[in-house]
């Protein structure tokens, strides 16, 4: 079972971005596909406020027919944040994400923002977990050393 921190260890870009909470909608969906996230953690006075998503965008922008230039960041914004802690491990990030219908978990340690993972890292640590299993499985029932 991996943890939190082990899956922030092995991201190929741990880089947590984000935006203010007064900056245009357009300019957060740009910074998302620049960056080929699906998230941007929105922080004020160096606290995070909120997370916007792409989701955000699609239901409280698009569909409404809102304008993405004149529409603030605060206004379509997830507020509060659910986060979890480094020692959390895939399966309960997994349920929690499941169970309240979210993609995006940041990761705080003693109060300190220290990453974000997406469903997308849950899985593949899941995948690899189960492959390793399977490994040792077929090592043990083959007889055939590693």
Same mark, same amino acid.
């Given at each position: 079972?991996s943890t939190v921190a082990e899956i922030l260890k092995s991201k ?9 909470? !007064? @900056? ?19 922080? +004020?006075? *160096? ?5 916007? !998503?792409?989701? +955000? ?5 698009? $569909? %409404? ?23 959390? !491990?895939?399966?309960?990030?997994? @349920?929690? %994400?499941?169970?309240n219908r979210v993609r995006h978990l940041p990761v705080f340690d003693q109060g300190?923002?220290?990453? $974000?993972?997406?469903?997308? +890292? ?6 690899? +977990? ?12 083959? *007889?055939?050393?590693?």
């Amino acid at each position: 079972m991996s943890t939190v921190a082990e899956i922030l260890k092995s991201k190929s870009d741990p880089s947590l971005y984000s935006i203010a909470p !007064t @900056a245009a909608v357009l300019e957060a969906v740009q910074v998302m596909a620049q960056k080929n996230i699906g998230a941007l953690l929105v922080i +004020d006075a *160096g606290q995070v406020v909120g997370i916007v !998503t792409e989701r +955000d965008y699609a239901r409280k922008v698009v $569909l %409404m027919n809102r304008s993405s230039k004149a529409t603030p960041v605060r206004d379509i914004m997830g507020s509060p944040v659910m986060f979890v802690e480094p020692g959390r !491990t895939s399966e309960e990030c997994m @349920a929690l %994400m499941t169970e309240n219908r979210v993609r995006h978990l940041p990761v705080f340690d003693q109060g300190k923002l220290v990453g $974000l993972v997406s469903i997308g +890292d849950i899985v593949k640590h899941i995948i690899s +977990d189960q492959q390793f299993v399977i490994e040792q499985l077929e090592h043990y029932v083959t *007889g055939q050393p590693r």
